[in-house]
């Protein structure tokens, strides 16, 4: 039976979805499972081994290109439709996908109104299914395609099944541009976000801090830099640092290569923490205005930090406290550097042993 999942993105809601392919897997090996998806994440989606085929959708390059939007549309609909889907599973929970679902002119699953993100479009499925908005994005997923492709829910700990892709990659030689970075140990930091949520980036006064311990242990600190207000981040970061470096904008691909090589790392909430915690990296990730709760994985290997601020997690964008007029988000720098170097020494300890 061919089924279709869409899931067109964030990077995190879509790594978040891997544990659930994994268990489906297992449990319905009669399934051949093709997956929508933004294009920009596709490559994510072809490394898991369950994932028949990929189909990379920009959506929100539509966004852009309106006019091109019909011919676009029509052409989805025409693959999708050759493919002939016995079913559809929709587990994005929004109008565009829940739209989208419906051109491949097969059943539709999805989540009913008290579990969709957007209620309305539980109205577009011919079935709906319950999930408690209690338990974390990747629980929620699990049960989602347990009760929609009727299986018992795995009690088995979430399985992103990336880890063989990591050892194929940390035993490829890097581009001779990247060798400079790996020639050392080093950790990886994550230390921007969406502009849109700048409340979650960590201050850079704290980054300093970490850098300096790290160099106090020969350890490099490797940063990031994908456009031009993370550079200028980083350099500021850099400053007195000569164990910090800046990352030349990469693919999402090489950046996994680069990322695979990391003794540990140290994230915000963000799509590129994700995408390290599913390779199998020790990481400490760091949450002040959204809740740890939502992500947190039990595993030796991961350390969340929710701020201790009084006000988080309050869950928005921007901060209303007056401090945030002048740059200061308190609840992030109420996480003290050294409780988060404390956190991620005591990994750098364990991997060694």
Same mark, same amino acid.
């Given at each position: 039976?061919?089924?279709?999942?869409?899931?067109?993105?964030?990077?995190?809601?879509?790594?978040?979805?891997?544990?659930?392919?994994?268990?489906?897997?297992?449990?319905?090996?009669?399934?051949?499972?093709?997956?929508?998806?933004?294009?920009?994440?596709?490559?994510?989606?072809?490394?898991?081994?369950?994932?028949?085929?990929?189909?990379?959708f920009s959506l929100r390059g539509l966004k852009k290109k309106p006019l091109a939007a019909p011919h676009?549309?029509?052409?989805?609909?025409?693959?999708?439709?050759?493919?002939?889907?016995?079913?559809?599973?929709?587990?994005?929970?929004?109008?565009?996908?829940?739209?989208?679902?419906?051109?491949?002119?097969?059943?539709?699953?999805?989540?009913?109104?008290?579990?969709?993100?957007?209620?309305?479009?539980?109205?577009?499925?011919?079935?709906?299914?319950?999930?408690?908005?209690?338990?974390?994005?990747?629980?929620?997923?699990?049960?989602?395609?347990?009760?929609?492709?009727?299986?018992?829910?795995?009690?088995?700990?979430?399985?992103?099944?990336?880890?063989?892709?990591?050892?194929?990659?940390?035993?490829?030689?890097?581009?001779?541009?990247?060798?400079?970075?790996?020639?050392?140990?080093?950790?990886?930091?994550?230390?921007?976000?969406?502009?849109?949520?700048?409340?979650?980036?960590?201050?850079?006064?704290?980054? @300093?801090?970490?850098?300096?311990?790290?160099?106090? =242990?020969?350890?490099?600190? /490797?940063?990031?830099? $994908?456009? %031009?207000? +993370? *550079?200028?981040?980083?350099?500021?970061?850099?400053?007195?640092?000569?164990?910090?470096?800046?990352?030349?904008?990469?693919?999402?691909?090489?950046?996994?290569?680069?990322?695979?090589?990391?003794?540990?790392?140290?994230?915000?909430?963000?799509?590129?923490?994700?995408?390290?915690?599913?390779?199998?990296?020790?990481g400490v990730t760091l949450y002040g205005p959204t809740s740890a709760d939502r992500f947190f994985i039990?595993?030796?290997?991961?350390?969340?930090?929710?701020?201790?601020?009084?006000?988080?997690?309050?869950? @928005?964008?921007?901060?209303?406290?007056?401090?945030? =007029?002048?740059?200061?988000? /308190?609840?992030?720098? $109420?996480? %003290?550097? +050294? *409780?988060?170097?404390?956190?991620?020494?005591?990994?750098?300890?364990?991997?060694?042993?």
């Amino acid at each position: 039976m061919n089924l279709l999942l869409l899931r067109l993105s964030s990077l995190g809601d879509v790594l978040h979805t891997l544990p659930a392919i994994s268990d489906l897997a297992i449990h319905r090996p009669d399934l051949q499972v093709d997956w929508l998806v933004e294009s920009a994440f596709a490559p994510i989606v072809a490394w898991h081994p369950a994932v028949h085929k990929a189909i990379p959708f920009s959506l929100r390059g539509l966004k852009k290109k309106p006019l091109a939007a019909p011919h676009s549309l029509h052409h989805l609909r025409k693959e999708l439709r050759a493919s002939r889907y016995d079913m559809v599973l929709d587990a994005q929970g929004l109008y565009k996908s829940a739209l989208l679902a419906r051109l491949a002119g097969a059943p539709v699953m999805g989540l009913d109104t008290q579990s969709a993100r957007e209620p309305g479009a539980s109205r577009l499925y011919q079935r709906q299914f319950s999930v408690s908005w209690s338990s974390s994005a990747i629980a929620r997923n699990r049960q989602f395609f347990a009760l929609a492709l009727q299986y018992a829910l795995p009690s088995t700990s979430p399985d992103f099944a990336l880890a063989c892709r990591r050892s194929q990659w940390q035993e490829q030689a890097l581009d001779d541009a990247l060798q400079p970075f790996v020639c050392k140990p080093f950790v990886i930091g994550f230390h921007a976000t969406s502009a849109a949520w700048k409340t979650k980036e960590w201050p850079e006064a704290h980054w @300093k801090v970490i850098a300096s311990r790290l160099a106090e =242990q020969g350890w490099n600190l /490797l940063l990031p830099a $994908a456009d %031009e207000r +993370e *550079r200028q981040r980083v350099g500021r970061i850099q400053s007195g640092a000569d164990n910090v470096l800046a990352l030349p904008q990469l693919s999402l691909e090489f950046l996994a290569k680069v990322m695979s090589r990391a003794q540990a790392f140290v994230g915000m909430d963000t799509g590129l923490s994700y995408l390290a915690t599913a390779l199998g990296l020790n990481g400490v990730t760091l949450y002040g205005p959204t809740s740890a709760d939502r992500f947190f994985i039990k595993s030796s290997q991961q350390i969340s930090l929710q701020s201790p601020q009084s006000c988080a997690p309050c869950g @928005k964008s921007r901060c209303p406290l007056p401090e945030a =007029q002048n740059g200061r988000i /308190l609840c992030q720098e $109420a996480l %003290e550097p +050294e *409780r988060v170097w404390l956190a991620l020494s005591s990994l750098l300890e364990s991997s060694a042993a």
